[in-house]
């Protein structure tokens, strides 16, 4: 069992920064990898940014690529998401969540089974 718990969410002027976190429960966090999802008003929830168990690899969506930095300390249980150069579009709910295995790096939902509840990014313009 795996609980995950996002923070650092809020209001922040178009061009400026937040960083989120998500602090696990659970011995397994550090044998999966890990993954930020979003979901803005009336539109599905749609992949981030994810990240292999030992924070080698990480892997974008096009829409984040160069703006937002995933990371993770093992020893303190948490994965971080630090967004730069925020836009009025990147206002969304975002999620973490725990992959099932250790080693995928990847956008498909269904290959995450622990999510969080999930923070309130809001960009102003």
């Known amino acids: 069992q795996v609980q995950l718990v996002e923070s650092g969410g809020g209001l922040v002027q178009a061009g400026g920064s937040l960083r989120l976190s998500c602090a696990a429960s659970?011995?397994?966090?550090?044998?999966?990898?890990m993954g930020w999802f979003r979901q803005a008003p009336g539109k599905e929830r749609e992949f981030a940014a994810a990240?292999?168990?030992?924070?080698?690899?990480?892997y974008y969506a096009d829409s984040v690529k160069g703006r937002f930095t995933i990371s993770r300390d093992n020893a303190k249980n948490t994965v971080y998401l630090q967004m730069n150069s925020l836009k009025p579009e990147d206002t969304a709910v975002y999620y973490c969540?725990?992959?099932?295995?250790?080693?995928?790096?990847?956008?498909?939902?269904?290959?995450?089974?622990?999510w969080g509840q999930g923070t309130q990014v809001t960009v102003s313009s």
């Open positions: 990240i292999r168990r030992n924070g080698d690899i990480t």
């Open positions: 969540a725990a992959a099932v295995y250790s080693d995928y790096v990847g956008r498909m939902e269904n290959a995450y089974d622990y």
């Open positions: 659970g011995r397994t966090f550090s044998s999966r990898a």
